[in-house]
Every structure is written in C-alpha cells, then in structure tokens.
C-alpha cells in the first residue's frame, strides 16, 4: 500500500491531525489542504495545521473560501458570539454548521487528487461527530466515494481511519502511536490573547476534555486547559 498516496483535509484539530498516523497503513500522506471558510479561530488553526505538517513533512496549502464566511452566519464565524455549551447535541451542531463544509473539502480535494494522481483523501470523520453531524457518518463517506467514481478520472477513495471510534479512542489510539498531540488545536474560539490554548467552553473544547476524562491519561487535560 505504501506505492499509494494521501492527501489530508487538516483543521489542525485532534482528528484531522491523529488521522495521519492513522491512515499510514493504507498510504503515504504527501499533502495537506487547511481551509479558511471565516471560521474565527482560522489564524490558530493554521498554524497548528502547519506545524503538524512540518513534523509529518507534508506539503502544506492554504484553501481561501471567503464565499463561505459570506454566507455563514452563525457562532462558528468570525461575527459570532464566543462559543459556550451546556450540552452537545443536535442543537449544538446547527448552532456551528457551515453549508457544506466537508462536501466542499471533500470535492475540492478530489479535484487535487484529480490533477496530481493521489489516491486517497483522508479525513478525520469519527463515530462521536457522527451521531450529530451527518457528514462524519459511513453513509455521507459512501456516497461521496461513488460520486468521485463520476467526476474525477483518477476516482480517489474517500479514507476515514478514525470512523469507528469515539473521540477518548481517538486519544488511546493517539498515545500509542506517539502523535504530536501538543501540536493540535481543537478550540472554535479564538484566544490567541489568552494564556490558554483552549477556552473549554465551546462545543469542541468539550468534547476533547470529556475525551481526554475517558482516556488511559486523564493528565493530559494540563497541556490544553
């Protein structure tokens, strides 16, 4: 499998980044897409994705979506007020959905793996997300796999390693394999005026903690909050 190449949809957050390490029995991840859709802790995640890259030795590009911020109007934008959520559910999800989003990635990575002959695009999709969020799920991942069957000629195969495990897995599996967690940014908020890497309010600062509880090394929670 080593002959096939990756490329990696990278947030910079907890599963885009384990998902590296995870997708390497199946190809060597070469390129990483970080995306700038107004999201308003952009400038962070960048840098978190490009130190990740460079530790990886991945090729790193920036995907400007200024239409996105155009038309997102909700906490997760830079118009938003700070993220702060009692609970994570259906509600919590609308309250951060993007239109589109990883369909978009999705797409515009293929049209990459199109032009540059990669035969996988690697994205952090879980079981957690996906009991709120529609797109982490097998069937939104199956779907997207035959659409590319129609409109690439390369027909690049849609990876999600970490589809089948809960986020405290996520972190398990991360440990064994000595990821970089401390690399990663996993806060909607942006508080790069804060002492603070995380703020642990937003929706996914609360699931990362609540991980992190459920984890072989609950002492982590001292590198992010």
């Not at 002959?3 to 997708?23: H, M, P, Q, T």
């Not at 130190?51 to 906490?75: C, M, P, Q």
């Not at 599996?173 to 804060?194: G, Q, R």
């Amino acid at each position: 499998m080593m002959n096939k190449k990756g490329i990696v949809l990278l947030s910079g957050g907890l599963d885009s980044l384990v998902s590296i390490s995870a997708a390497s029995d199946f190809c060597k991840v070469e390129l990483a897409l970080t995306f700038n859709y107004g999201q308003r802790a952009f400038v962070e995640e960048k840098e978190a994705a490009a130190k990740i890259a460079r530790h990886y030795s991945l090729e790193h590009k920036v995907i400007e979506l200024g239409f996105l911020a155009d038309i997102t109007k909700n906490a997760l934008s830079v118009d938003g007020a700070d993220l702060d959520f009692e609970n994570l559910d259906e509600n919590s999800a609308k309250a951060v959905w993007v239109p589109n989003r990883n369909g978009l990635f999705l797409n515009i990575a293929a049209s990459y793996a199109d032009s540059l002959d990669f035969d996988y695009i690697i994205i952090g999709a879980n079981k957690e997300e996906a009991q709120t969020f529609p797109d982490n799920g097998s069937e939104f991942l199956n779907r997207a796999d035959a659409l590319f069957e129609y409109s690439t000629m390369k027909q690049p195969k849609v990876l999600a390693p970490l589809k089948d495990m809960e986020k405290y897995e996520i972190i398990n599996f991360a440990l064994k394999k000595d990821v970089p967690l401390e690399y990663l940014k996993s806060c909607y908020n942006s508080i790069s005026n804060s002492n603070v890497k995380h703020c642990g309010k937003c929706e996914s600062c609360k699931r990362l903690r609540s991980a992190i509880l459920k984890s072989v090394n609950k002492d982590l929670l001292k590198l992010f909050f």
